[in-house]
């Protein structure tokens, strides 16, 4: 079972990452449920799928899920799991009252800024086509790496990038 852990940077004071718990389910599986069309689930989740996710999620010491949190209110989620020494960014969505407000970008920054410290320089993810978020993770410093028929695979471009210190 992993441990909790927070992450925080004095570069982006207003956002704080901290590891989802058991309490954060119902609001996870709502962020998804109505974000589905851009994921490759598009079927809702129900509370025991969400239950049974945990259940392995707490066993796979490899997969991250943060829930981000803005001036000290919950405004989103991001994971990350490493697998074959890269890791693979995931389940990126902001709460709809703090969509286009720059927290998932400060977010997705402050996690990026982890991964590279801690794990790898090696940084992924996968986006459905016709995703608007495309444009999010190209602002974000991911550039196309493959085009992969339904999806495309982005790579994190470490050149357009300034990590920041994380305490």
Request: hydrophobic share 40%; with cysteine; aromatic share 10%.
């Amino acid at each position: 079972m992993k441990g909790a852990l927070t992450l925080e940077s004095p570069a982006e004071p207003r956002v704080r990452l901290r590891s989802a718990g058991p309490g954060d389910l119902e609001r996870l599986r709502s962020w998804k449920n109505g974000a589905k069309e851009s994921f490759f689930h598009k079927g809702d989740i129900n509370e025991l799928m969400q239950r049974a996710w945990f259940a392995g999620y707490l066993e796979r010491a490899d997969d991250f899920m943060f829930i981000v949190e803005c001036e000290g209110r919950d405004a989103g989620c991001l994971g990350f799991r490493l697998h074959d020494d890269a890791a693979d960014i995931y389940n990126v969505i902001a709460a709809p009252e703090k969509r286009g407000q720059g927290v998932m970008t400060a977010a997705l920054r402050l996690l990026c800024s982890h991964i590279g410290a801690r794990h790898t320089k090696s940084i992924g993810c996968a986006v459905i086509k016709g995703n608007p978020a495309l444009r999010f993770y190209e602002c974000c410093g991911f550039r196309l790496s493959a085009d992969r028929g339904d999806h495309d695979r982005l790579a994190f471009d470490w050149n357009a990038f300034r990590p920041v210190d994380i305490r």
